[in-house]
């Protein structure tokens, strides 16, 4: 009984540790002998007593309050065990009980809920003019927003580190709570990122930006453990946790802004290729257009046609053109609001819109030609316009193969900062029992 | 005691189910109760029994002959477990005795080996002009080989389950193997199919292949259980398993031939798509020609450009302008052929080569961008041309940006068997016990 019990019990913590979804029963009881699995683990009892800690936070965490009763119902482990382990997690302060609920017929039971409160993360979305922050508590609900815009000289790795830092104080000093209660930070880049090794490799949109260690510098600069991420990954998992493509295993995740990139999302996760550079699209060729080599430090073709700038100077040739150049309410529109006036039908607007759409759909069918997604969700400041979304969908239905369904990011501006909850969120969910 | 156990069990099962690796001990043993998983299964005792017979059966086929003593040794399973393990695998006919091993001093130890001949599976690769056939036995090892050129009037889909039928016959025939003995088949076939429910979408390169329901006419024509795969996704299996990218888990096979597409390999499995498109790569935009409207249903851009009829028309009009048209053993030379006179030395068949190596390096980047594999496997007729190869990856190495590592296939034109084969063999796996 025993050899084989423990060959179960290693497995089992290991399947418990990464699906945190069947529940055990009283491991205080299990036998111990003298099987040893490859690989060396502390003493199984603790380990058995952590994993059921764990699976009854996971219950508090997605049913909100209950009693003891009903977790051990929806647990599978019995009323001793759930109340042993509800005793540990609350001395680690990580549920508070809310009352009595509810009665049956006797004594109306009490109420325990998860502690949301006992700890909070952070995110950062690092841009190219102004770097946008949260604060969120262990639920993901933020408790505090606060942006600045960059100035001139704080676009090195080093000015925005200690921006980032004034801001995350900021954040704290207005909710009341203290920075060792922030117990990760998430911080997105607008460039190629190592995730592994926490190193953005390039930014072109920054000041100095290549191989900046940018997790230990936040590490040092916050003292809070620390996730780097680039911009737009950090926009799919937001659009994938809560936004446009919840629930979506395989989609594109398409920024377009000043720059434009891609987050491809794959069997549900982020796909960041061999050197971290998968959805570089802005570097995609296109076509019609002269060939071009390709050359990773100046502006990509795609980006240069369809990018913020881009469609400004085709709004601008027009204007020439029509001999409205001169006119300044018109010739310093942004892209956005070039599309806004085509909304209203200002046909030289309708124009440009065009031909982003024309440039846009081709992207977006390449992309649909080598990965087939169910979804493609159009975000940025440029992309995510509902007007250019209608127009590219039209644009590629009409073409002779089954494209991806295409819709506007829910989120906006919000979906990195929302990406970044989320994935501090999961890093520190293996440590809230520690 | 007993209810953790059975809350063990159900998920110790699914877990080996899932993996066959970790083995257990004597299940027989094991105390029954009253927890209920989720999903309803068989008695355990059986089930666990079963796992036990498919960890030493796994073991047989990874190692080799090996004595009960080295199974034990392996395993982790206790000297009687094992025992009763093989007799049962042993009544099945899934092993043999070998004789007697190198004794370490007192008698020398039965070998037991897997007996890879207790079933065999077959492969057919249905191309746009032949259909070529594997029957492998259990160890995936090929005994028999089979092929055909279609005749014109052959190329439908009745005709051709019938010459694949007819194949299959001819390599039990060749081999005396009773076809009831062939437990699977794998066909590849040259388009869009949705391998989930066994439809052939869409094969440009054969006559009247729309919506054509190829597993289930094969299954009835062969009586044979049977997976149908795109036949690009199948070479890229082929590679995977025991080619060029062998242990690499994100790689493109680039198919060049006929036709030109792609396998998507991701995390160590195909990516399929949404709609079971991926890798349509033939449909790519080329860079610097003209833009076209996409049309499913004619030959696509990079493919009329670079697929084997592209080339030789490039060949053709150099012959042209050089005045050498009309001398029929240049001019009916076939695109690898043209590569072979470039490898000679040959200025004109150069001018070919590079032509085509640009627009394939211009390919690859794009892939690159979007997925950023760690590898891209050249295959196909023209594809796997080791001068072209060269060629692509010098022009990809002087661009400025980090490319993948390119090689040719190593498996060429029997790629697409051995991926048909491996489906087949992991297919047949979990029944041969039942």
């Known amino acids: 009984m025993c050899i084989g019990l423990i060959s179960f019990a290693g497995i089992f913590v290991k399947f418990v540790y990464n699906l945190a979804t069947h529940p055990m029963e009283n491991p205080s009881r299990m036998a111990t002998g003298t099987f040893n699995p490859p690989e060396t683990q502390p003493s199984r009892p603790a380990h058995l007593r952590f994993a059921n800690c764990r699976t009854l936070l996971q219950l508090l965490r997605v049913h909100g309050p209950c009693s003891k009763a009903d977790l051990v119902r929806s647990s599978g482990l019995s009323a001793p065990t759930v109340s042993s382990a509800i005793a540990q997690i609350e001395a680690l302060g990580l ?76 954040m704290c000093q207005q909710t009341n709570i203290p920075t060792s209660k922030v117990l990760h930070l998430t911080a997105g880049a607008p460039g190629i990122t190592d995730v592994r090794a926490g190193i953005v490799r390039f930014a072109p949109n920054l000041t100095g930006w290549t191989e900046v260690p940018l997790r230990s510098m936040l590490r040092k600069q916050t003292g809070i453990e620390t996730i780097v991420e680039n911009d737009t990954n950090l926009a799919a998992v937001g659009e994938y946790r809560q936004g446009a493509a919840e629930g979506v295993e395989d989609f594109v995740f398409v920024a377009m802004g000043t720059g434009v990139g891609a987050g491809i999302f794959l069997r549900g996760s982020l796909h960041h290729g061999a050197r971290w550079s998968a959805g570089e699209i802005g570097y995609l060729g296109v076509p019609g257009a002269p060939r071009e080599p390709m050359e990773m430090h100046k502006t990509g073709q795609l980006e240069r046609m369809i990018g913020g700038a881009g469609i400004e100077l085709q709004w601008l040739e027009r204007l020439e053109r029509a001999g409205l150049r001169n006119e300044p309410e018109l010739a310093e529109l942004r892209a956005p609001q070039i599309f806004d006036l085509a909304q209203e039908g200002d046909l030289l607007a309708l124009e440009v819109l065009q031909y982003t759409a024309v440039i846009l759909a081709d992207a977006i069918a390449t992309l649909a030609l080598v990965f087939n ?15 250019l979304c209608r127009e590219t969908d039209r644009l590629l239905r009409s073409a002779d193969f089954a494209p991806p369904r295409i ?20 890093a520190v969910e293996s440590k809230l029992l520690c």
Request: proline share 5%.
């Open 95 to 170: 549920v508070e009980t809310l009352g009595e609920g509810e009665s049956s017929g006797g004594r109306p039971p009490e109420l325990i809920q998860f502690k949301a409160s006992h700890g909070y993360v952070a995110a950062a979305d690092i841009g190219g003019t102004r770097l946008r922050m949260m604060l969120a508590d262990l639920n993901g609900t933020p408790v505090a927003h606060w942006s600045t815009q960059f100035a001139a000289d704080q676009k090195d790795p080093a000015s925005v580190c200690s921006v980032l830092d004034e801001g995350l104080r900021a």
């Open 373 to 387: 997604p169910e979804l493609i969700v159009l975000g940025g400041g440029v992309g995510s316009h509902d007007r």
């Open 407 to 426: 819709r506007t990011s829910f989120l906006g501006t919000q979906a990195q900062l929302h990406g970044a909850i989320s994935l501090s969120l999961t």
